[in-house]
């Protein structure tokens, strides 16, 4: 346990100093101005966490969170940066989202680090100290009214959590007919807002299950993960989201 300990954090260190190069449409922005941030040239910069990397203990482990944050998410943004510079087109997008919407004209590196920084800026928010056990008001007549249950809903969600295969996400989603409408899952870095998306819809809830988002505490017990991740969701932030996504 030690030694696979030692090299996770060994290949965090690698994927920080080197850089790793390795569907559906929204057209709202997941930052406000506090948090949407570009450095003087304009590329794009890590978002402020909203607690501290221990804040979620002992859902999330504060070593999982600190590497997940300052090393996975930051190596997202570095290889980004470069790929656009090498591009000359540094500062040419004024958001993320902006990005995404034209990403599929891009090589795999942009589309794959665009997305890994979309995707966890995004997870960040939805996370959250002691968060609460149920969605308050419409969103919860919402689950209710499209999956039977908020029971039914969990347990939906973490099969389609557990059914993919390798790295990926899971997201609840509404539709373009402003329906709660599903569940869906997609690989690597992929998200709701690439142009080239297989499905359309705005985003709501999202988990990453990726084996860095979880391999320092529960090694390959994925299953336990996710029903950790039960205890720390951020149901406000899903709540205006879906109240976003419905207007």
């Known amino acids: 346990m030690r030694n696979s300990r030692r090299k996770f954090l060994q290949q965090a260190a690698l994927i920080a100093g080197a850089g790793m190069?390795?569907?559906?449409?929204?057209?709202?922005?997941?930052?406000?101005?506090?948090?949407?941030?570009?450095?003087?040239?304009?590329?794009?910069?890590?978002?402020?966490?909203?607690?501290?990397?221990?804040?979620?203990?002992?859902?999330?482990?504060k070593q999982t969170m600190e590497i997940h944050y300052?090393?996975?998410?930051?190596a997202y943004i570095n290889n980004l940066n470069k790929a656009m510079a090498d591009a000359?087109?540094?500062?040419?997008?004024?958001?993320?989202?902006?990005?995404?919407?034209?990403?599929?004209?891009?090589?795999?590196?942009?589309?794959?680090?665009?997305?890994?920084?979309?995707?966890?800026?995004?997870?960040?928010?939805?996370l959250k100290p002691a968060g609460s056990n149920l969605p308050g008001g419409v969103l919860l007549d919402a689950i209710n009214n499209n999956f039977h249950s908020f029971e039914n809903f969990k347990t939906i969600f973490t099969e389609r959590a557990m059914s993919v295969f390798g790295s990926g996400w899971v997201w609840l989603i509404v539709d373009?007919?402003?329906?709660?409408?599903?569940?869906?899952?997609?690989?690597?870095?992929?998200?709701?807002?690439?142009?080239?998306?297989?499905?359309?819809?705005?985003?709501?809830?999202?988990?990453?299950?990726?084996?860095?988002?979880?391999?320092?505490k529960y090694q390959n017990r994925r299953a336990e993960y996710v029903a950790a991740w039960w205890n720390v969701i951020n149901w406000e932030e899903a709540s205006r989201l879906f109240t976003e996504a419905m207007k």
């Open 21 to 61: 190069t390795t569907s559906l449409t929204s057209s709202k922005n997941i930052f406000n101005e506090a948090t949407e941030m570009q450095d003087s040239t304009g590329g794009f910069t890590l978002p402020p966490l909203p607690y501290a990397y221990d804040a979620l203990e002992p859902f999330i482990d």
């Open 70 to 74: 300052t090393k996975h998410h930051q």
């Open 88 to 126: 000359g087109e540094t500062g040419k997008y004024s958001s993320i989202e902006e990005l995404l919407k034209k990403v599929s004209g891009y090589n795999e590196i942009v589309r794959n680090n665009a997305g890994g920084h979309y995707n966890h800026s995004l997870f960040w928010k939805l």
């Open 176 to 216: 373009e007919n402003k329906k709660l409408s599903g569940i869906v899952t997609t690989q690597n870095q992929q998200n709701l807002l690439m142009d080239n998306a297989r499905m359309k819809g705005d985003a709501v809830l999202a988990l990453d299950v990726w084996e860095h988002a979880y391999y320092l």
